[in-house]
């Protein structure tokens, strides 16, 4: 049995069986007839069934299948892998074996009962990760270990895998990966080998809906140093999110450039360009304006978004084609949601392929540098003239509430409140704190109703939530995302997610939420 402590594409934990602990993820040595993981020992399967024997070593059997290997002919493969998916017989220890062609591999790997540990015999790439995906997807309990090179073990760390063979080099790369366990070692270390760089490709393009789900949302700066990171599935996923979730306040956008200090409204430039917006358009036309700061790799952030991402990235001035149309993709999806948009585009030169040939009404107001004193002057000029087509905000602190539709679905705070404080914000309604306001906006209280971020619990909140007793959790948590737990209806407690919407109620064991504050009526 498995207990998930940290998850972020790879598992952190421990395995239990029976008196034994073992951390994960960790190697496992292959002796002759048996498997050793930590104190554990477990039976090696045999390469041909028997059919009413089932080795044992320390009461963990295995499941024998017949060994199919990749570049057996296809009809060898077909009558070897229907045979195997009509063995089925259930063990601690199960192979996966693979031939390469999908036709016959998916409808054994399918058929695969519950085990304790799957094997994973060396295979082709594609092969073994969506083997390894539909293993993971049936029995996210089960331990997964992986024949594999030094080089690969950084990679298929991240993509879930738990157990790799012991050596010193693998227990040098698999200790390295641990010590460092982020993206852009992962996309650096993949350059070691092909495989492991074809495996990373895979991961992030072919199998990006398998893995995504795992991936936690970042808690620190993200570090963008390679291209690969144009890809990597917590900023596909924002791509996503702000796309689906996001509508702009009003139909006049001003789109600026990032910065290199995050939030942007904390940066030099940025403080200039809003006190430049507040001046020529006035507090409340401003408080409607649409900005969009438009910035590498995650193609467009919106202003009241702002504090959800951290990262820096190689500047070169610049833009691959992918950049662009990421960014114009996200653009026109977000212009779709106004009538009769009006875009102001005060970007350098190198990002303003984004805006060309748009159906809608563009004003150009870069003039060279956009901080220069010409293109500031033309930024006014044309606030000015779009001023009077700018509403008036229909609620107070709109941008705030942005956030919190964003987070929760729905605008967690009251109509009548007052943001006071000073570091950490908190919104009040009288003199009771109903939300604390930083990065994201967390409710104090209980009279709050969310439709995303969501766990709802059949017991008393004492403590942090574990995944006994959790009735239903929203499929669209990804660890790391801030949660509000539910009790009879009623929100009892914020936290932390620790496992994925889709696992809560999956697994038998651990942690699924570490709680942050329990909620009074």
């Not at 596909?236 to 689906?244: N, Q």
């Not at 939030?263 to 403080?271: I, N």
């Not at 010409?374 to 942005?402: G, H, N």
């Amino acid at each position: 049995m498995i207990e998930i402590t940290h998850m972020d594409g790879y598992r952190r934990g421990y395995f239990i069986h029976g008196d034994s602990k073992i951390s994960l993820p960790c190697h496992a040595r292959m002796e002759r007839d048996t498997i050793h993981i930590g104190d554990i020992t477990a039976s090696k399967p045999l390469s041909y069934p028997l059919r009413d024997h089932v080795r044992k070593a320390s009461g963990m059997g295995a499941t024998t299948y017949l060994r199919v290997v990749r570049g057996t002919p296809p009809e060898v493969a077909r009558r070897i892998q229907k045979k195997n998916a009509s063995l089925g017989g259930e063990g601690g220890v199960t192979p996966v074996y693979l031939s390469g062609h999908s036709e016959y591999d998916d409808p054994f790997v399918s058929s695969l009962p519950p085990s304790d540990v799957f094997l994973f015999p060396a295979a082709s790439e594609r092969s073994l990760l969506s083997a390894f995906f539909s293993v993971r997807s049936a029995h996210p309990g089960a331990l997964c270990y992986v024949e594999c090179t030094p080089e690969e073990i950084p990679v298929l760390a991240s993509a879930g895998f738990d157990l790799f063979p012991e050596s010193d080099r693998h227990q040098e790369a698999l200790a390295a990966f641990l010590d460092n366990p982020t993206p852009q070692y992962v996309e650096m270390a993949s350059c070691a080998s092909l495989r492991a760089k074809t495996l990373l490709n895979l991961l992030y393009l072919d199998f990006f809906s398998s893995w995504e789900q795992y991936v936690a949302t970042p808690q620190e700066r993200q570090l963008c140093i390679s291209r690969d990171a144009f890809w990597r599935p917590s900023i596909v996923r924002w791509e996503h999110d702000v796309t689906a979730r996001y509508t702009p306040p009003s139909s006049i956008v001003v789109l600026l450039p990032c910065s290199a200090r995050k939030p942007y409204s904390t940066s030099q430039s940025h403080r200039r360009f809003i006190a430049l917006m507040k001046s020529a358009l006035g507090k409340r036309p401003y408080a409607s304006l649409t900005q969009l700061i438009v910035t590498s790799p995650y193609g467009i952030v919106p202003r009241e978004l702002e504090t959800l991402i951290d990262y820096d990235i190689v500047v070169t001035g610049t833009w691959t084609h992918e950049e662009v149309a990421r960014a114009r993709t996200m653009l026109c999806s977000l212009l779709d949601k106004v009538p009769e948009p009006i875009v102001i585009a005060h970007l350098p030169e190198n990002e303003c392929g984004v805006v060309e040939g748009l159906p809608v009404r563009t004003i150009v107001t870069s003039d060279g540098h956009p901080l220069s004193e010409a293109s500031m002057t033309r930024l006014r000029e044309a606030l000015m003239e779009v001023k009077d087509q700018i509403p008036p905000p229909v609620e107070t602190y709109p941008k705030v509430r942005a956030l919190s539709r964003f987070l929760y679905g729905t605008d967690i705070l009251p109509p009548d409140i007052v943001i006071r404080g000073r570091g950490q914000l908190q919104a009040y309604r009288g003199k009771t704190a109903v939300a604390s306001i930083g990065a994201v906006v967390r409710p104090l209280t209980s009279a709050v109703t969310v439709q995303r971020s969501w766990v709802h619990v059949d017991f008393e909140v004492t403590g942090d939530v574990f995944c006994k007793g959790i009735i239903d959790a929203d499929p669209s948590i990804r660890p790391g995302d801030e949660v509000v737990v539910e009790r009879n209806g009623r929100a009892v407690a914020t936290g932390t997610a620790i496992l994925p919407g889709t696992l809560m109620t999956r697994m038998q064991r651990g942690k699924a939420v570490k709680v942050r504050k329990r909620l009074k009526a």
